[in-house]
């Protein structure tokens, strides 16, 4: 997907720069820690404000939201009115509306009669599980080829893989997990389909280690389609910074000390490029999330993604509202830590 | 008289500016090939009025056989109903077009507003505009598109306005970043001092320093609004039109996988992938042209 090409660079280079550059105080890594915490919490409250009041000012009765277009009489919607507690005023519809959220209370999902907090314990792990090996893979493919890239500027391998990376960057999501589905899944001409195209497990799973591969042979084509279409952003990105590094100084004196090349890269170039990016695995987490709910929806993956699918699909505004806040608030915090650690491990930023 | 001498000086420095521009852009062949392949598509979307309508797109219509692969008579093969692939792909190349440009255009013009303010008002003005914008920034775009275009109803123009709203930030950012250091120039202190508002700094001296790179970003923007589109339409958020999203979530919908109908995945599918690279390529050139620090870094 082509979305944060553009935010990326720019970030990656502020960070470089240091956050220090615009406000130059000399506050300790803790006190910067809670001003961002408290950020956070400020985005948060936000996101609360800022749900109810989508979900409620917008066009559409929500009664009638929920009844689908069922026929009901004035009576009934009367009482669902006053059950759900829209007749109340607006003020109070929005302290409860706060409270419940602060308690957890995300309400219960019309569709599935069940509450939003326990559909989404479920659907937590399967998320959890593809995202995350999706993400470790594409790191480490994306560091590893950029730092090849970068460090041999314009050899073949550069324009090799900056030249596939672009069209991954270009190629919509879920475009690209029709093709896999079509070509791996259900098979093509000659070759057959090998890998599982649905959900994440098959109807008669096997116990012990046999449903481990089981689980892996249906994770193969999601993780597949996630990796490829994020990991093109991590070589992008690494090889940029690793390019602007190249050109230091120190990477001259370290040559003039009689490094050898590959030592140069590993212990002097590389740790100072690796820094914006890093930060930027975490700050464009959210470009992971719109990623899984394609691929999760594309592959039927029992997770998070598919079920605010779902909530969209049916609608089911309980439920798209839980797991919209649920997932924006996850993104919130991970930024937060992204902003903390990064100033931790930056020794030029801490200083300033 | 003074005024009017000014004026023609401005412009024939502009003048100048952009035959250098051309000059340069010309030397990035992947931009050049980028801005025929998108002039093609454009070209192609504009006339399609007058060789076909509407009611390629109509189920009824469909009067081929269903499922035919590529042929003489369907060089595209046709869909589930019979229809042409060919026709409603480029039928359907109007609707992605334009919603791409348009989202993009609203983002952009957003963008460029709040950036311009957030950089130019220091103070509450500025920090708060920073603080909403950096809000934007991590809410995940596409779900947040997702629910405003679900709740708003589909339609092209909440289409627009869901894609329009969740992309303006990082233009923002970039926009302020550049309105600060244009404004730390000496000749923004001297029209100060000659008595310029807020607006004619802003408009005069701010908005053309920035106008290069919102073109460029302008370019990036329509190629991501694109994907998005296409995105939010296979996620069954959409605007009811045919569409290259639609027609994948189409395919997706009626087994064309299963079927073996690979004409009908693949061709819709390059199409996006076509105009999102022309749009990229262009928008890539147009940076390493305009932007100083690139330029310098080579």
């Excluded at chain 1, 950020?39 to 917008?58: H, Q």
């Excluded at chain 1, 009689?258 to 820094?275: K, Q, S």
Aim: glycine letters at 10%.
């Amino acid at each position: 997907m082509t979305a944060p090409l553009e935010a990326a660079e720019p970030a990656a280079v502020q960070a470089a720069a240091g956050p220090g550059d615009e406000r130059p105080t000399h506050r300790g890594t803790l006190q910067y820690a809670l001003s961002k915490a408290g950020g956070a919490l400020f985005s948060i409250a936000m996101v609360i404000i800022g749900t109810f009041f989508v979900f409620r000012l917008l066009p559409g009765d929500p009664v009638r939201n929920l009844a689908q277009g069922r026929n009901m009489t004035p009576t009934q919607l009367a009482l669902e009115r006053h059950r759900l507690g829209l007749d109340k005023p607006l003020i109070d519809q929005f302290a409860d509306f706060v409270g419940k959220t602060l308690r957890f209370d995300l309400g219960t999902s019309y569709e599935y009669k069940r509450p939003v907090l326990d559909l989404i314990g479920e659907r937590l792990g399967p998320t959890l599980l593809l995202a995350g090996v999706g993400l470790v893979i594409a790191v480490s493919l994306g560091l590893w080829q950029g730092t090849r890239a970068g460090w041999r500027h314009n050899s073949r391998f550069d324009r090799v893989s900056t030249g596939i990376s672009l069209v991954l960057w270009s190629v919509p999501t879920f475009w690209l997990g029709l093709l896999l589905l079509m070509v791996f899944g259900v098979g093509i001409g000659p070759i057959p389909g090998i890998f599982p195209t649905r959900g994440i497990e098959s109807v008669d799973a096997p116990d012990g280690f046999a449903y481990v591969l089981d689980v892996a042979a249906h994770m193969v084509l999601p993780c597949l389609t996630l990796v490829a279409v994020v990991y093109a952003q991590y070589l992008l990105v690494m090889r940029s910074s690793l390019l602007e590094e190249v050109s230091q100084d120190y990477v001259t004196v370290a040559r003039a000390k009689g490094l050898r090349d590959d030592e140069v890269r590993r212990r002097h170039a590389v740790p100072n490029a690796l820094l914006p990016t890093v930060t930027l695995v975490f700050m464009r987490i959210g470009f992971i999330v719109g990623g899984a709910v394609t691929v999760e929806t594309i592959y039927s993956w029992p997770g998070l993604g598919q079920l605010f699918y779902e909530a969209i699909r049916v609608p089911d505004f309980t439920l798209m509202q839980g797991t919209f806040m649920l997932i924006t608030v996850a993104v919130i915090l991970m930024n937060t830590l992204a902003d903390v650690v990064y100033r931790m491990l930056d020794p030029r930023v801490r200083s300033a | 008289m003074s005024a009017v001498a000014t004026g023609s000086v401005a412009w024939s420095r502009r003048r100048l500016a952009f035959g250098r521009f051309w000059r340069d852009f010309r030397q990035h062949r992947g931009g050049m090939a980028g801005l025929v392949a998108l002039a093609v598509a454009v070209v192609l979307a504009l006339v399609a009025p007058l060789f076909i309508d509407q009611s390629v797109t109509s189920v009824v219509s469909g009067t081929g056989v269903k499922w035919s692969p590529p042929s003489l008579a369907e060089p595209f093969g046709t869909d589930e109903s019979g229809r042409s692939v060919l026709l409603m792909v480029w039928w359907g190349s109007r609707t992605s077009l334009l919603i791409g440009f348009l989202a993009a255009l609203l983002s952009i013009v957003i963008g460029m507003v709040v950036g311009i303010a957030a950089g130019h008002f220091r103070g509450w003005l500025g920090a708060t505009l920073m603080r909403i914008t950096d809000w934007f920034l991590v809410l995940p775009s596409l779900i947040t598109a997702m629910v405003l275009a679900a709740i708003l109803g589909g339609s092209t123009f909440t289409i627009i306005v869901a894609i329009g709203v969740t992309t303006w930030p990082t233009t923002a950012r970039l926009i302020r970043s550049q309105t600060l250091a244009v404004e730390a120039r000496p000749y923004i202190e001297r029209s100060k001092a000659l008595g310029g508002g807020h607006w004619h700094i802003t408009t005069r001296h701010v908005l053309p320093n920035v106008a290069p790179l919102l073109l460029a970003s302008t370019t990036l923007e329509v190629a991501s609004a694109i994907v998005t589109e296409s995105t939010l339409a296979f996620l069954g958020v959409s605007a009811n039109k045919t569409s290259w999203g639609t027609m994948l979530r189409a395919s997706y919908d009626f087994g064309a996988a299963t079927q073996g109908a690979w004409w009908y995945i693949i061709i819709p599918g390059l199409c996006i992938l076509a105009v999102v690279m022309a749009f990229t390529l262009c928008g890539r050139a147009l940076e390493a042209v305009l932007n100083p620090r690139l330029r310098k870094a080579g």
